[in-house]
Each structure stands twice: as C-alpha cells, then as structure tokens.
C-alpha cells in the first residue's frame, strides 16, 4: 500500500516557487510526485506512512529490510512445504526497528517453504517517519532537509522544463 499523501501541500511548494496562479497545478502536482520519488530513491527512505511487502525465495542469514525508517514489522509469513501459507509467530524472531538497516534476526532455526516458489517468505513491514493515521502529523514529522532536497528538485524542475542537451566534449 503505497502512501496516500505526500510530504509536501501544493500550497507549500506553491509558495516556495513563488506561484500564486493555479494554471500549472497539474504540472507542479507531477513535479511533487517526482520529486519526492527521488529523495526516496536516493535517500533509501520512506516519507509517509506506507505498507510493503517484501518477498524472498529463500531464507537468508537475517533478513535486512529495503527501506527506512521501519515503524513495525506486521507479519512474516512463508509457504510451508505444502504449499499452504503459514505465519510465523513473532517469538520466533527479533526485530529492532531503531537500528538502520532495520534487520530480523531469528531466535531458532527457521521452517521449511516449499521449494517451487519464488515468493517463499513475505514480510509485511509498515515504513514512515510517523505511524499516525492523519496525513498532517505524517507531514511534520518527515524531516526538514529531505522536505527543503524535494523543494529544490521541484524548483529545478519547474524552472528547466524542456529537455537539457549535453554537449560531447
């Protein structure tokens, strides 16, 4: 379940890029979108509040999680060698969701999935920088520097918004 929201209202990129007419919404609303993609790329981080599930072929030593910051790890599930989707109690494995990357240790020995699946284990995991279910309280909470980084991609964006030719030296 991807974010509902973004980090940003239209009205406070609007006033960063000192626009008060509503013609180009559409365009700054796509740039937002953008933007905010590539500080998630870059950065390895979630913004708002938004559930993944990560799927594995195997079991690996720890499982390492793909993004941060991780609010909980809601279930690791995996095909038992029936083929029937099981979950696997949570005292079963440790999970410190303050350490980045956020990793899953296992207590014990870990079950048997069946071999003919690609998606052996799915972890459900919540990521975010606030487990609120406001959008304004997910909004503030995302820090100040990767909200000023998106200002300043969408600035470029909507200051250059034809294509840029390189010159071959």
Same mark, same amino acid.
Do not use: H
């Given at each position: 379940?991807? #974010?509902?929201?973004?980090? +940003? @209202?239209?009205? %406070?990129?609007?006033?960063? !890029? ?8 559409? !365009? *700054?609303?796509?740039? +937002? ?33 793909? #993004?941060?910051?991780? /609010? ?6 995996? $095909?038992?060698?029936?083929?029937? +989707? ?13 350490? %980045?990357? @956020?990793?899953? %240790?296992? /207590? ?12 052996? /284990? *799915? ?21 100040? #520097? !990767?909200?000023?980084? *998106? !200002?300043?991609? *969408?600035?470029?964006? $909507? ?11």
């Amino acid at each position: 379940t991807p #974010a509902a929201d973004n980090c +940003l @209202t239209s009205t %406070e990129v609007k006033l960063y !890029l000192k626009e008060d007419q509503s013609a180009n919404d559409s !365009l *700054i609303a796509t740039q +937002l979108d953008a933007a905010e993609a590539m500080v998630e790329a870059y950065t390895n981080r979630k913004l708002m509040k938004a559930v993944y599930d990560f799927k594995l072929s195997a079991w690996p030593k720890s499982i390492v999680l793909p #993004a941060s910051p991780v /609010i909980s790890v809601d279930s690791v599930k995996y $095909y038992d060698g029936s083929n029937v +989707l099981q979950t696997w109690a949570s005292s079963n494995y440790f999970v410190n969701v303050s350490s %980045e990357p @956020t990793v899953i %240790e296992y /207590i014990d020995s870990v079950p048997d999935t069946y071999e003919d699946r690609q998606d052996r /284990i *799915i972890v459900q995991f919540t990521v975010g920088y606030s487990s609120s279910a406001t959008t304004t309280t997910q909004q503030a909470a995302v820090p100040g #520097a !990767l909200k000023q980084s *998106i !200002l300043r991609l *969408i600035g470029d964006l $909507y200051a250059v918004r034809q294509d840029q030719v390189r010159e071959k030296f």
